[in-house]
Every structure is written in C-alpha cells, then in structure tokens.
C-alpha cells in the first residue's frame, strides 16, 4: 500500500537573515505519485521551500521526511531527488551525453550501465541523436528536454522542478508541459513543481498549494481552489475574481452577509472565523455573474441583485465581457455567453446584476502570518550581525 504521506514537511519555518521568515510554519503531505505544484508570486518562498526539500538549504525550524525518514542530514545527492533549475544549468563545457551522465557518475555508476541508462534517458524526451553536441548548440526547448533526462536518468522517486518552462515560448511551454505530465503518468513519478503561471499550476497538477508570504494560504485539487477559495488570497491570485471588499453584516454557519460600498448587503457561503464587523471580500468568478434583463435568467429569493452602470461592452468571441461601475468606486465584470439572442445593455445605462447566493462566497483578507523569527526587543546576536548587519533594516 502506498504511504499517504511520501514527502511530509511538519512545522517547517526558514530564515536566511535571522529577522523574518521567508517560508513560515510550512506543513504539507505530498502522496506518493502525486503532481503537486507551488503556485505564487515573486518572493513568496516557493524556490526555498523545494531546496529545503533537495537539500540545498536547510530549515530553521521543523522537519522534512521522504518515506518516513528524516532528510536533515543528508546531502543533496543522497536524497534519491531529482532536480531541474530554471535555467536548465547544463554544463556549458560537457556534451549532452555527458550532461545526462553526470548524476550517475556522481552515484558512481559504472561506465557501461551510465551508457544504458544515458541512452534510455535521451530517448524518453526523444533527443537521442543529439547525444554529441554541446548544450549551446540546441535550442532552448531542447536544452530544456536535456535538464529534464537529466533529473531522471538515476530513476528517483522525486523530481522537482523549478519554473522549468519560464524561459520557453508559449507553444514549446504547452508541449512540453504535456511531455512532462506523459512523463508523470508513464514513470509513476512524484513531482514537486514550482511555478507562477496559475493557469499552468491548474492544467498538470493533482493538487496546487498557493503560496503568498512564506506560507500556504490553501493547498487543494485546481477545481477545488477555482470553486472554492478559502480567503480573498487565493481568490484573486487562482482565475479571474470580481473581489468587492465591504463589512460583514452577519454570519451563520457556512454563510455571511455583506454590505458593499453602495450599501447594498449581499448574502454568500464562507468560512470558520469569521465575524460580524471584520472587513472582507466578496469572491465572484465573472461567469457566475448574470445580467438578468441580457441573459433572461430567473431572480428569486436565494438571487442577490445589485445595480450598476455599464461601462464598457468588449466583444471576446463566444462572449461579450461587460465592465460595469458599481456605486463610485468599484468596478465589476460579468461574462455574458454569445449563446442567446437578447439585446445587450448600452454603455452608460443603468441595470440589475444577479447571482445566486450560492455561487459566491465571502472570505477573510488572508492567512495571517506568525510573529518575526526574533522579537524586536532581542539584541542581535554577533553569528546574526555577520548576515544581517544591526540596522540594515
Ligand atoms: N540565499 C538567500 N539569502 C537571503 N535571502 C534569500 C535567499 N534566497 C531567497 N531569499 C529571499 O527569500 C524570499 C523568498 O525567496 P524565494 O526564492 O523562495 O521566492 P520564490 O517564491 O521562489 O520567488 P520567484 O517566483 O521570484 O522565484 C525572498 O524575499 C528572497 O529575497
Ligand atoms: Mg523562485
């Protein structure tokens, strides 16, 4: 039976400067097979966290397990991880064979199974006749497929890639995005993958965990943080959101009301803990958001209905998106389907929006993060000063 929990991270906290955590109180599961991605912006500790895991970096609190055993002390080529870096890092002066070689002799694999192995490898991302060439003579998708034989000529159970399709076009990246994800399926892999690109995160991976400011603001299947966002974070950052902030007027058990900058009060689902006065967000997908008087669709009671000014009409094809002005100051979109043969409203006129109660929901701002690593009353100590010379910040 497979361990439910291949690659666990408990209470896993890191500081490169001894002030603040970059990665703060990180815990996750990752099954056996799993394609787990880290999905977040710049400087949200995305990078840190997979070379904690490959044993580039170590944590300032906590633990990493692969297969129920401690990582801590081992080095990165004994962990059984492989890994591929953003810019590909092949060896400029090493033939792609060669390249492809290196984790093996490292292992030190004799020279007859590295050959095997090496051909095996090239042939699984289908670059076996370049084995002679030098890395600046292939293109970038190619350079690309090497890093990738690369992380998987010595048959590890992990490999983790970071933003490894940054660099490539957008038609390269989609082929090799299903290149990696035949590779996954086909070689059983676990693959942990960090990337910014949310609409990547959402097509290859089983589970995504959305990282903003060191921590994971909600780890869950794509369908699951598209639908159901846990706070205003992961909302906005995972598809596209009409995210009005307002008050919360009242809360029930998985349900809350809130009044908008127009003082109109609409009613959603959401979550534990929150309370009547806190400020919040209303989470609306732009397809959830209907134009009755266009689109012909019933508004009962368990509809909430708002008016706005249309702005702007933009025709996308199968749908028109209709900016609208909600009060003064907010501004919102609804996506209304080029499938039936109602008029559309004209720029500057007044009209109703609706949604079902159901389809949207009302989420705190987000995670809150943890104190600092050192409280601001403790002197630094002199192996802190080396790193974080005092009044740097
Ligand atoms: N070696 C280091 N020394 C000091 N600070 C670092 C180091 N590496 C990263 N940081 C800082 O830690 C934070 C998290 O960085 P990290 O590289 O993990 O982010 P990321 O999510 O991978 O971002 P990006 O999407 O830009 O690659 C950033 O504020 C960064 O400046
Ligand atoms: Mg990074």
Same mark, same amino acid.
């Given at each position: 039976?497979?361990?439910?929990?291949?690659?666990?991270?408990?209470?896993?906290?890191?500081?490169?400067?001894g002030a603040q955590y970059v990665v703060d109180d990180l815990n996750l599961d990752v099954r056996k097979g799993e394609f787990l991605s880290l999905l977040g912006p710049s400087g949200s500790g995305k990078?840190?966290?997979?070379?904690?895991?490959?044993?580039?970096?170590?944590?300032?609190?906590?633990?990493?397990?692969?297969?129920?055993?401690?990582?801590?002390?081992?080095?990165?080529?004994?962990?059984?991880?492989?890994?591929?870096?953003?810019?590909?890092?092949?060896?400029?002066?090493?033939?792609?064979?060669?390249?492809?070689?290196?984790?093996?002799?490292?292992?030190?694999?004799?020279? @007859?199974?590295?050959?095997?192995?090496?051909?095996?490898?090239?042939?699984?991302? $289908?670059?076996?006749?370049?084995?002679n060439r030098r890395p600046a003579q292939l293109s970038g998708g190619q350079q690309q497929r090497v890093a990738l034989a690369r992380a998987l000529v010595f048959e590890p159970s992990v490999v983790l890639?970071?933003?490894?399709?940054?660099?490539?076009?957008?038609?390269?990246?989609?082929?090799?995005?299903? $290149?990696?994800?035949?590779?996954?399926?086909?070689?059983?892999?676990?693959?942990?993958? +960090?990337?910014?690109?949310?609409?990547?995160?959402?097509?290859?991976?089983?589970?995504?965990?959305?990282?903003?400011?060191?921590?994971?603001?909600? #780890?869950?299947?794509?369908?699951?943080l598209y639908e159901n966002a846990q706070n205003a974070f992961v909302a906005n950052f995972v598809g596209e959101n009409n995210g009005l902030t307002g008050r919360v007027v009242s809360v029930g058990e998985?349900?809350?009301?809130?009044?908008?900058?127009?003082?109109?009060?609409?009613?959603?689902?959401?979550?534990?803990?929150?309370? #009547?006065?806190?400020?919040?967000?209303?989470?609306?997908?732009? $397809?959830?958001?209907?134009?009755?008087?266009?689109?012909? +669709?019933?508004?009962?009671?368990?509809?909430?209905?708002?008016?706005?000014?249309?702005?702007?009409?933009?025709?996308?094809?199968?749908?028109?998106?209709?900016?609208?002005?909600?009060?003064?100051?907010?501004?919102?979109?609804?996506? +209304?389907?080029?499938?039936?043969?109602?008029?559309?409203?004209?720029?500057?006129?007044?009209?109703?929006?609706?949604?079902?109660?159901?389809?949207?929901?009302?989420?705190?701002?987000?995670?809150?993060?943890?104190?600092?690593?050192?409280?601001?009353?403790?002197?630094?100590?002199?192996?802190?000063?080396?790193?974080?010379? @005092?009044?740097?910040?």
């Amino acid at each position: 039976m497979s361990n439910p929990s291949f690659i666990s991270f408990s209470g896993v906290s890191k500081s490169y400067d001894g002030a603040q955590y970059v990665v703060d109180d990180l815990n996750l599961d990752v099954r056996k097979g799993e394609f787990l991605s880290l999905l977040g912006p710049s400087g949200s500790g995305k990078t840190t966290t997979l070379m904690m895991l490959a044993g580039f970096e170590s944590p300032t609190h906590g633990e990493i397990r692969l297969d129920g055993r401690r990582l801590d002390d081992k080095p990165p080529h004994q962990r059984d991880i492989g890994m591929v870096f953003q810019n590909y890092a092949l060896f400029p002066h090493l033939t792609i064979a060669e390249n492809v070689a290196f984790p093996l002799s490292v292992r030190r694999v004799s020279r @007859a199974e590295q050959k095997t192995r090496v051909q095996r490898a090239l042939e699984m991302v $289908e670059l076996p006749h370049l084995a002679n060439r030098r890395p600046a003579q292939l293109s970038g998708g190619q350079q690309q497929r090497v890093a990738l034989a690369r992380a998987l000529v010595f048959e590890p159970s992990v490999v983790l890639m970071d933003e490894p399709l940054g660099a490539l076009d957008k038609r390269l990246r989609e082929t090799m995005q299903y $290149e990696i994800m035949r590779l996954h399926r086909e070689l059983s892999l676990t693959i942990v993958y +960090v990337t910014h690109d949310q609409a990547e995160a959402l097509t290859m991976s089983d589970r995504v965990a959305v990282f903003s400011d060191g921590r994971i603001q909600q #780890a869950a299947t794509p369908s699951e943080l598209y639908e159901n966002a846990q706070n205003a974070f992961v909302a906005n950052f995972v598809g596209e959101n009409n995210g009005l902030t307002g008050r919360v007027v009242s809360v029930g058990e998985d349900w809350a009301t809130l009044a908008l900058s127009d003082g109109s009060v609409i009613r959603g689902r959401s979550e534990p803990g929150l309370r #009547a006065g806190d400020e919040a967000m209303l989470a609306l997908r732009p $397809e959830r958001a209907h134009i009755p008087s266009a689109e012909g +669709v019933q508004v009962d009671e368990h509809s909430n209905v708002v008016r706005a000014q249309v702005q702007e009409l933009v025709y996308c094809g199968d749908h028109h998106r209709v900016h609208l002005a909600l009060g003064s100051r907010d501004s919102f979109v609804v996506k +209304v389907p080029n499938t039936q043969r109602h008029a559309l409203p004209s720029p500057g006129s007044e009209i109703e929006i609706a949604w079902r109660h159901d389809d949207c929901k009302i989420l705190a701002m987000s995670v809150p993060r943890s104190a600092p690593v050192i409280p601001a009353s403790t002197p630094l100590s002199p192996s802190i000063i080396t790193t974080a010379p @005092a009044g740097a910040n």
